[in-house]
């Protein structure tokens, strides 16, 4: 396993980090597995582990912190979300400072830490000023409960800069990171966001960077979706809404490189990220074992540069630019 630096900071984490959101703790056999799974990527070199106190009612956060207290405190990072309701109250939700100070409190408890590496806004909150957000989480760096903050979703490259402003203005401990979603069919981050992390130092730790299993391989076109895979159960669709005939022949085509390059489409997509020096680390989601093996071959992988060139034509992607005249 590789270890990069959280963007221009001292922390430094594994190119393939694990998390939680798919982790299921339903039943002796799935809770089992996902304890097997945390334990491999420890033992892996995988040091980056990747939580939220919304993933199962905070039971995820539990698990997890259960499982990592049989290491040592300082041989592991590991992150956690504030935003969405953790209750029916009016203050039970989002980037308010009461919440904000509340919920990682329930989270320090949950995971029976003293402090967690990573703090991020799961979302941005339009019902709260962003000095009161930013305030609240340079605090908590003081307070020593967080070490490095950052955001997630639905923050813009101006979200960004207008809290780089703030952040400087104020006199605030820096924001260190961000986690946007990020893969070969989702490039959004390419056409601003990218540019502003690397111009104020801010790591970029992406997840779902094989877009929810699109990037496995696993779902072919004209075929029936395998049994038991995410999009014969997943309730929001997300990956359903990805099988499209445009993308699956990018797979096929993707694919085939892939072998060319003796290895295979989940190594592929992981390594294609990887090969862009401005992101930290990719946060992956693995429930068996076997998945996470494949994964972290990824860390170090070099992809030949005549395949990237024919990758980027498979991929065709083209940053948004509005021209005049």
């Known amino acids: ?50 939580c939220a106190d919304a993933y199962s009612g905070g039971e995820a956060e539990r698990f997890l912190g259960d499982v990592l207290k049989e290491y040592p405190r300082s041989s592991y990072v590991v992150s956690s979300k504030v935003f969405f309701p953790t209750g029916p109250g009016a203050n039970d939700w989002g980037l308010s400072r009461k919440h ?19 703090y991020f806004c799961h979302r941005f909150d339009n019902t709260t000023p962003m000095e009161e957000t930013l305030q609240a989480l340079s605090d908590l760096v003081a307070k ?15 979200r960004l800069n207008k809290a780089v402003g703030i952040i400087k203005e104020l006199g605030l401990r820096p924001l260190s990171v961000i986690q946007p979603q990020y893969n070969m069919v989702d490039r959004y981050i390419e056409d601003e966001i990218i540019s502003v992390c690397e111009e104020n130092g801010i790591g970029i730790v992406p997840f779902s960077p094989l877009a929810q299993g699109l990037l496995t391989g696993k779902y072919k076109k004209g075929l029936k979706i395998p049994e038991g895979s995410r999009a014969t159960h997943q309730p929001d669709k997300q990956i359903n809404q990805l099988l499209t005939d445009e993308n699956l022949d990018k797979v096929e085509k993707l694919s085939k490189i892939a072998e060319e390059i003796g290895t295979n489409m989940s190594v592929l997509a992981l390594a294609w990220i990887l090969n862009k020096p401005s992101i930290s680390s990719v946060i992956t989601g693995a429930t068996k074992p076997e998945q996470l093996k494949n994964n972290i071959v990824a860390s170090g992988f070099e992809i030949p540069k005549d395949a990237m060139a024919e990758i980027e034509k498979i991929l065709n992607y083209h940053p948004f630019e509005r021209h005049v005249g």
């Open 1 to 50: 396993m590789k270890y990069r630096n959280l963007g221009k900071w001292g922390l430094k984490v594994s190119e393939v980090s694990l998390g939680s959101w798919m982790t299921s703790l339903y039943g002796t056999e799935s809770i089992n597995l996902a304890k097997e799974t945390i334990k491999l990527a420890y033992d892996n070199g995988v040091n980056f582990f990747d």
């Open 100 to 118: 904000i100070f509340d919920q990682i409190d329930k989270t320090l408890k949950n995971m029976k830490m003293d402090y967690i590496d990573m």
């Open 144 to 158: 020593g409960k967080v070490l490095y903050y950052g955001v997630s979703e639905e923050w813009s490259a101006a």
